[in-house]
């Protein structure tokens, strides 16, 4: 038996004579595996407790509208103008009644005349069933009778609806206020000969306004997630109330609805810019070092170094910026090892010689 060593390397075979060939090749691919393992430098990450905080653009909107319609066709004889401020109630627009008040008299008119020809037609009908009976009057003039009577009745019973329904057009006629409101819109101008259902004013509330800010899509995560956060206007905590069920107009932006904070909302101006700060707290944020990161198209990117030494490619969503890290988003957690240097080559299961940045560069390997 002969001893093959390498103390270069720290290596030791023991082999017979007749085997040496076959050991020194074992002891150089030996030699040449422990070469070909990659030198990394990593460093680990950090916790973060602090949050996240997001600037929202907001503006604030009026969601409650109401549009004024013409219930019957009548000249319109008044209208506020636009930006007249009124009190719920308040006579905003009136149409001409002369026309339906005079079918109403028309129609009370034909109601009496019916009730007249009802009790002719029953009086009749009284004296004939009489004579009826002794056979001095015909069965087909009794039945005509009848049916004058029957048909009276219903005429009667279809002018007392036909009043009714006249009678809520002329109601309608005039038209007030639902709430505290601002005329915005004028569809309609004075004379006009309005028809049925054209539109007459628009009103918006006074009172009742809210926040609409916008959240770029790419920071969305679920709706329960989002309730989870913190939203602050102005030093003042604020309620995430609705999550828009549709983008923005551009189709990059989730619209997160809240109610204004403000005592007297009648101030606020639909329109209005404000800046509202999301807090984001998760267990998921953590911070990186800024050389962990890498850009992988659209995509960032980290490895992390398991504790077999085997490499794993960990996709990252970046929140912000904290000194020489980056707060991201990940399934990475405090004291995980990040490679911070040596990227260049790595693989998913790769095995790694790391070494921990600020301790003496011991391997001899490069990091690459």
Not at 102 to 125: G, H, P, R
Not at 295 to 307: E, I
Not at 315 to 343: A, C, M, N
């Amino acid at each position: 038996m002969s001893n093959t060593v390498c103390p270069a390397k720290g290596l030791f075979f023991r082999c017979a004579p007749s085997k040496l060939l076959t050991c020194l090749v074992l002891l150089f691919s030996t030699m040449a595996a422990q070469s070909a393992t990659k030198a990394v430098l990593v460093e680990s990450v950090l916790h973060h407790d602090a949050g996240v905080s997001h600037q929202l653009n907001c503006n604030i909107e009026a969601p409650t509208s109401f549009r004024v319609s013409s219930f019957a066709s009548a000249e319109l004889v008044k209208l506020l103008p636009v930006g007249t401020t009124v009190k719920k109630g308040q006579l905003i627009a009136r149409q001409d009644d002369s026309f339906l008040s005079a079918q109403i008299n028309i129609i009370k008119t034909d109601i009496e005349s019916a009730k007249v020809a009802k009790l002719y037609a029953s009086e009749e009908f009284n004296r004939l069933n009489r004579l009826s009976k002794t056979g001095l009057a015909a069965a087909t003039e009794l039945n005509n009778l009848k049916f004058q009577l029957d048909s009276s009745e219903l005429k009667i019973q279809r002018l007392q609806q036909e009043q009714k329904l006249v009678e809520v057009r002329l109601n309608r006629l005039n038209h007030y206020a639902p709430f505290d409101a601002q005329v915005t819109a004028v569809m309609a101008e004075l004379g006009t000969q309005l028809t049925e259902g054209q539109p007459v004013l628009q009103l918006i509330a006074t009172e009742d306004k809210q926040l609409a800010c916008l959240l770029p899509v790419i920071s969305y995560s679920d709706q329960a997630a989002l309730k989870q956060h913190k939203f602050d206007l102005r030093g003042t905590t604020i309620k995430l109330r609705e999550i828009s069920q549709q983008l923005d107009s551009k189709g990059e932006n989730i619209i997160l609805l809240f109610n204004h904070p403000a005592k007297d909302r009648r101030d606020l101006l639909v329109g209005q810019r404000e800046t509202v700060q999301m807090m984001v707290f998760s267990n998921r944020i953590t911070r990186v070092p800024n050389e962990a990161v890498e850009l992988d198209g659209d995509d960032y990117r980290s490895w992390r170094v398991n504790d077999d030494n085997k490499v794993e490619r960990i996709e990252i969503k970046i929140l912000g910026t904290s000194d020489s890290h980056y707060i991201v988003d990940s399934v990475l957690r405090p004291g995980d090892k990040v490679v911070v240097s040596g990227q260049h080559g790595l693989l998913p299961e790769l095995i790694v010689k790391p070494e921990q940045r600020g301790s003496s560069h011991r391997s001899g390997l490069p990091f690459e």
